[in-house]
C-alpha cells in the first residue's frame, strides 16, 4: 500500500510539473485533470473516499470546465517572451525544482514514518466530519463564502446582459 502512495504521488508531481511547463495550455489543462485524478486516488488511498468524490466531481468536473471555457475565449497565440531575465528564471525554479525532489528522496531513502498515516482508522474525511464542522465551527465563513459567489453570480449575469456601447 505504501509503494502505491508513493507512485501515485510520483504520479501526481510529475503532472503538476507538466502543467507548469508545457507551452500549450490545453495540454496544461489536461495535465491539470490527471493531477486532480491521481489527488483523488491518493484521498481513496487515505481512505477519505468523500473528499475524493468532491474532488473528481469539483476540481476536474466544474473547475475545469470552466479553465477550457476561459482558453477558448481568450484565444491563445503564439508567446512572446516579455522578460529579459527568462534564462535566470528557469534556473532558479529548475534549482528550487531539485532542491524539493532531493528533499522528497532523503524522506523516503531514509524511512521516516513520521509523515505515514496511522494505523487507525481516521474520520478525517468522511461525510459526518466534514458536516459537523462545516455547520459549526465553520459556519460563519461557509456563509461569507456562498454570498460571495451568489454576488459574482449576480455580477457575471449583469456584466454578461449589458448592451454593448
Known sequence: METLFYFIGCLSII????VVLNRNPVYSAMMLVFCFFSLASIYVLLEA???AVLEIIVYAGAIMVLFLFVIMLI??????KTSKYIHKEK????????IFSLNIFLLILWGTKELHQPSTISTVGSIAAIGNALFTKYMLPFEIASLLLLVALIGTVYLAKRSPK
Do not use: C, R, T
Not at 503532472?15 to 507538466?18: I, M, Y
Not at 484565444?75 to 512572446?80: A, K, P, Q
Not at 534556473?91 to 531539485?98: R, V, Y
Open 49 to 51: 473516499y468523500f473528499v
Open 75 to 80: 484565444n491563445v497565440g503564439d508567446e512572446v
Open 15 to 18: 503532472s503538476a510539473l507538466f
Open 91 to 98: 534556473a532558479i525554479s529548475f534549482f528550487l525544482i531539485s
